[in-house]
Nanobody, 124 residues
Framework: QVQLQESGPGLVKPSDTLSLNCTVS??????????WSWIRQAPGKEREWIGAVSYTGLVYWSPALKSRTTISKDTSNTLKLEMKYLRPEDTAVYVC?????????????????WGQGTQVTVSS
């Protein structure tokens, strides 16, 4: 069974850097031919695709977030998200997901695997 588990600090101050992890079990994020994405949903807003990294290491970003975002994966089978210069509007539930083809969709039905999400609140 494949599971995606997000983790992070929960509360972050404005202008700080956010670091999130998505620990994947049941499938290798380097050997398995999947694209691993980060998606977020702020309160009262539509989901927003942040970016993705392929099993080969290619990275794709939302143009709106590219300048502040780093997406990577490591040898411990963990997908990582780093977002700089946080603002209150970055408050959201952040989710990791995976699909067998590149996608910037925010629809869970387009993904083979979808995590439960982790709440990030940006507040002083």
């Amino acid at each position: 069974q494949v599971q995606l588990q997000e983790s992070g600090p929960g509360l972050v101050k404005p202008s700080d850097t956010l670091s999130l992890n998505c620990t994947v079990s049941g499938k290798s994020i380097t050997a398995s031919a999947h694209y691993w994405s980060w998606i977020r949903q702020a309160p009262g807003k539509e989901r927003e695709w942040i970016g993705a990294v392929s099993y080969t290491g290619l990275v794709y970003w939302s143009p709106a977030l590219k300048s502040r975002t780093t997406i990577s994966k490591d040898t411990s089978n963990t997908l990582k998200l780093e977002m700089k210069y946080l603002r209150p509007e970055d408050t959201a539930v952040y989710v990791c997901a995976a699909t067998k083809w590149y996608s910037n969709s925010v629809n869970p039905s387009q993904y083979e695997y979808w995590g439960q999400g982790t709440q990030v609140t940006v507040s002083s």
